[in-house]
């Protein structure tokens, strides 16, 4: 992605530059605007409230980093939408006092922040759920939840539970398995898919609270449930899936664990977001702008049009049996329905192959539109991510063509 490719020309690159430049435009209103359609979309889903970091650009141990929230249907695996969004400096610093500083003036504070947005955008939702990486195994995460909020963290550190008592990872390693879970481990960059299977312990936990001296008037600790997931039979040469998850879920049978287990897996949905901010689309990393405030504001349009890429990858195969189809509206307006079916209507062919099969209003009728527009023909594999961000920039690119062309009518 190059702001001069963007920007069609000179002068288009000039006015780009500028408005990325703007003071007018940040990074925090085009999030809040993102987050108010996600809001209409929860009503009545369950929402997977999914977080992550990831660098934009890295420098000498810092660099700056994009923190990201997104929601994802618990039910069906559909993206809801984009929740929160926020941009972090780091330097090298000195970490010797940071543990001694409250929460609330440390980089880490985020994953609560986000926490409590997901809360007031999806307020609607009939529950949320947050899903979160080792990063965000934070003693407040867990005692400062919103009130409507559950959360599935990955465990990222051991814990002491006092003198002669076992931390909870040898606790961990000492819980009867409870039940063997046959598992398709989806593919990553790196690692082909497989099929494993995977050993589920699980137990409650209370997890005392630090021994900072800020935390000496926390009356108790943290009552969770801890669900154990680790792979028996790994193929040579790969690593053995290995979780410690730490839920708010009660978790008193394998259901239960396996359930949370199910939500934990959806996780993988942020991080195929990352790829197509980076190496399956946008290019984030490669940008060229040295201006960090027009970075940000880049970066952060590039995360709100890859979270649509997103939904029409996820909406392509139509809807998962016993669901119904999206409405078009998750990712495009109502205006850009006619621009659409003319589309499809010059894109179909003869053959079966090259028909859209899906009905019009539907997002997996417009992800097949943009699939063709990006070059695919209909007949060898699955469309993804590349292809389908070609196609919808095309569409994008059309659609202000034909308003420059209504608007040159106007003035006639």
Known sequence: MRVRKLGGHRAGEIRLTRFLRNDAVNPQE?????????AGRSADRHVLAIQDTTVVRSSGGGGLYLHAMIGVDADDGAIVGAIHGQFLSRDQGKRGTQRARPIEEKESYRWL?????AAEVCAAARHITVIADRESDIYEAFTRRPANVDLVVRAAKDRSFGKDQPSLFAMADALPVSANLAFTLPAKPGRKERDTQLAIRFSAVTLPHPRNGIYKKTPDGARLYLVDVRETVTPPGETPIH???????????TDQAAAVIALYRRRWTIEQLFRTLKTQGFDIEGLRVEDEVALSNLVTAAFVAAVIVQQLVHARDGAPPGSTLRPIEDAFEPSDRPLLEA???????????QK???PKGSLAYAAWVCARLGGWTGYYGKPGPIVILDGWQQFQAAKRGVGLLLAAFDNV
């Open 30 to 38: 085009m999030i809040e605007q993102a987050a108010l359609r996600t």
């Open 113 to 117: 922040e986000s926490a409590d947005r």
């Open 243 to 253: 979780w410690r998850l730490l839920t708010t879920y009660a978790v008193s049978d």
């Open 343 to 353: 589309f499809c209507a010059k894109l179909e062919g003869k053959t079966a192959k």
């Open 356 to 358: 859209n099969p899906h």
